[in-house]
Antibody, heavy 122, light 108 residues
Framework: QVQLKQWGAGLLKPSETLSLTCAVYGGSFSSLYWTWIRQSPGEGLEWIGEINHIGNTNYNPSLKSRVTISVDTSKKQFSLRLTSMTAADTGVYYC????????????????WGQGTLVTVSS | SYELTQPPSMSVSPGQTARITCSGDALPNQYAYWYQQKTGQAPVLMIYLDSERPSGIPERFSGSTSGTTATLTINGVQAEDEAAYYCQSTDSSGTYVMFGGGTKLTVL
């Protein structure tokens, strides 16, 4: 049973940089996409981006200029960095596993971290 | 920009059938996925690859697609099914992940 546990600062000032890290316990770390998804208060889900175990990334075009996702395969961890934070970035940030029931076929986001509430306020 | 469109809300009585739709131009060529999110909790994958159900998900949940519309069907709705439901897919290139705006299901 895979578990994702995430941590990072939850209170930021405008213009600061968000840094979150997620550790994966159990299951394989390879051949999967590791993803960050956020949710503004009372709103829907927004995909931030993803990385695989060899460091290939895809980012949401609306956030691409501010986002970096990195991976440390030896520690089975991946991280999110989002620069120039504003109040509009306030919300719950989740680290998520993208399943692959068959090689090369995305099987949905099947394991989620506990979420980190990030508040941007002066 | 590409979007997935869901009704914001719907209500159903216990024991009835709920059908939640998700419309998107790329759905004929891209798979649909469905998530359930209860208040204060992380989302849970309910359907993947249009109609596959992960282990542990009750059989009353099913998925289907037709043209540009994906549908999550809940047969015999129970009080515990009250939640927000999100569809998810990708753009036509298969690169960028998209979520629908979510449908709040109320069980009367």
């Amino acid at each position: 049973q895979v578990q994702l546990k995430q941590w990072g600062a939850g209170l930021l000032k405008p213009s600061e940089t968000l840094s979150l890290t997620c550790a994966v316990y159990g299951g394989s770390f390879s051949s999967l996409y590791w993803t960050w998804i956020r949710q503004s208060p009372g709103e829907g889900l927004e995909w931030i981006g993803e990385i695989n175990h060899i460091g290939n990334t895809n980012y949401n075009p609306s956030l691409k200029s501010r986002v970096t996702i990195s991976v440390d395969t030896s520690k089975k961890q991946f991280s999110l960095r989002l620069t120039s934070m504003t109040a509009a970035d306030t919300g719950v940030y989740y680290c998520v596993r993208g399943a692959m029931p068959v090689p090369g076929t995305f099987g949905g986001f099947d394991s989620w971290g506990q979420g980190t509430l990030v508040t941007v306020s002066s | 920009s590409y979007e997935l469109t869901q009704p914001p809300s719907m209500s159903v009585s216990p024991g009835q059938t709920a059908r939640i739709t998700c419309s998107g131009d790329a759905l004929p060529n891209q798979y649909a996925y469905w998530y359930q999110q209860k208040t204060g909790q992380a989302p849970v994958l309910m359907i993947y690859l249009d109609s596959e159900r992960p282990s542990g998900i009750p059989e009353r949940f099913s998925g289907s697609t037709s043209g540009t519309t994906a549908t999550l069907t809940i047969n015999g709705v129970q009080a515990e099914d009250e939640a927000a439901y999100y569809c998810q897919s990708t753009d036509s290139s298969g690169t960028y992940v998209m979520f629908g705006g979510g449908t709040k299901l109320t069980v009367l």
